[in-house]
């Protein structure tokens, strides 16, 4: 009985929601994706089952026999499930289908290569989509999509505000269901349901997988979960709506890495529900990551057999955000010059760079969005030892303005770019990594490459 009133709760909430209006077709988004497995999201149309099937691509021959499997959706996970797809064959094509009732879609994937393999690898990175002002408008999609789409992605690294549940749309002229602040469960569902019913995005995500984390307008602005009282409520909406499995024993947890081949490995952070408060001033005792996912993120990276290792990053490392109240990595000034009794996340970020820096990691790249605009960034916070930061976006938010970097990195800007939209580009073989960043349309804008220590 407990449970119906749940049900029926839920129901109602769904009901009362903003963003509640006539249901789309099937919503899908495949992501996780290893050598040998997919997580398969998606979002019904109803209240019960949704088939799966899938199989290998096999040019020049007939359709292989598919496999299948079944979803239940139901309004207590908003009409949202997934499935894992196992036993996949390593650095192979998908095609696979989906159908509810009469509704149905269809779409492709790639699995990683086998941890040995050295196989070339290309993606895509950028984040913050929908902000005031930059929602969705009648007759349009988010046409950054159409751009990506024309850059043939193995996956793509969506990389924090993937909503901004606490800004209104404020668009005179715009769709429906995004003019609130999320304050319920249904309002945070209701707003990532929004996003993801954009045309130009749901068909890039059809058919290019997806790894995603949150950053703060998940929630609310510049949030630390320990002190927030929405965190779990957003978290909740976040999991519910990307193709994310975190493990039983830690059923919140979305920090996490994957192999894609011999060159490539990738540790997503986050840097949101462990955080102390931005107002505490930076020490040894503050932390963005927590104990446990700082050892996990410096054991991984100095294990790691991979060529490149990539670390994304949802906030940067070297612009300073937030104001008094640092939000980013940097506890520098608005001119980057470090401060002392400052507030920030300094004083970790540079013990971890020097454990990596002691343990002989090479060619580390941090890949991060947030301030909505684009850099690519040389480090050497040590004469023997540098790194790279490359930022991205926005996807869709209002724009930003490159800013002065915090010396504490001895950072070089190699390049920036404000005032548009811009997603990255990332290719990576034997001969090295190569990084575009594009506009909006499109268009390169800068074109980098570098080699392999």
């Not at 410096?298 to 670390?311: E, P, Q, R």
């Not at 990596?356 to 040389?378: E, K, M, P, S």
């Not at 480090?379 to 010396?407: N, Y």
């Not at 190569?434 to 909006?440: A, K, N």
């Amino acid at each position: 009985m407990r449970r119906a009133l749940l049900v029926l709760g839920l129901v109602a909430a769904l009901a009362a929601s903003p963003a509640a209006a006539a249901e789309p077709d099937i919503l899908v988004t495949v992501g996780e994706v290893t050598d040998t497995s997919a997580v398969v999201w998606v979002r019904g149309v109803a209240w019960g089952e949704v088939t799966v099937r899938y199989a290998p691509v096999t040019p020049g021959a007939g359709p292989a026999p598919s496999a299948r499997g079944q979803i239940r959706v139901s309004p207590s996970h908003n009409l949202t499930g997934k499935l894992l797809l196992q036993a996949l064959e390593p650095a192979t094509r998908y095609r696979y289908t989906i159908t509810q009732g009469a509704s149905a879609t269809a779409g492709e994937f790639v699995t990683a290569p086998a941890p040995t393999v050295a196989v070339p690898v290309r993606f895509t990175w950028s984040g913050d989509l929908g902000s005031r002002g930059y929602c969705r408008k009648p007759g349009d999609v988010f046409s950054v999509f159409r751009a990506m789409a024309q850059v043939p992605a193995d996956f793509f690294l969506f990389v924090g505000d993937t909503i901004y549940a606490d800004h209104e749309c404020g668009e005179p002229t715009r769709v429906s269901g995004y003019d609130f602040v999320a304050r319920r469960l249904a309002d945070y569902w209701a707003k990532h349901l929004y996003n993801r019913q954009d045309a130009a995005g749901q068909a890039y995500f059809r058919n290019t997988s997806v790894y995603a984390i949150w950053d703060d307008h998940e929630v609310r602005n510049d949030f630390s979960g320990p002190s927030e009282p929405l965190t779990e409520t957003g978290r909740r909406a976040f999991i519910d709506y990307f193709p994310v499995r975190p493990p039983k024993e830690e059923p919140g947890r979305l920090y996490r890495s994957v192999r894609w081949g011999a060159l490539l490995e990738v540790f997503i952070l986050d840097t949101r529900q462990y955080r102390s408060a931005n107002t505490d001033l930076d020490g040894p005792n503050k932390t963005m990551l927590g104990a446990a996912q700082r050892r996990w993120l410096i054991d991984g990276l100095s294990a790691s057999t991979a060529v490149w290792k990539v670390v994304v990053s949802s906030v940067p490392l070297s612009v300073p955000t937030g104001g008094r109240a640092h939000d980013s990595w940097s506890n520098a000034s608005a001119q980057g010059v470090p401060e002392e009794r400052s507030t920030g996340f300094a004083v970790e970020r540079d013990a971890i760079l020097r454990v990596l820096r002691q343990r002989g990691v090479r060619n580390l790249v941090v890949l991060t969005a947030d301030v909505h605009f684009a850099q690519l960034i040389r480090h050497q916070p040590a004469t023997d030892w540098s790194f790279h930061e490359f930022i991205a976006g926005p996807l869709s938010a209002t724009p930003g303005r490159p800013r002065p970097l915090d010396q504490g990195l001895n950072p070089r800007s190699l390049w920036s770019l404000g005032g548009t939209a811009t997603f990255g580009d990332v290719s990576i073989d034997t001969g090295g990594l190569t990084v575009r960043i594009l506009d909006g349309e499109g268009r390169e804008r800068v074109v980098q490459t570098i080699g392999a220590e």
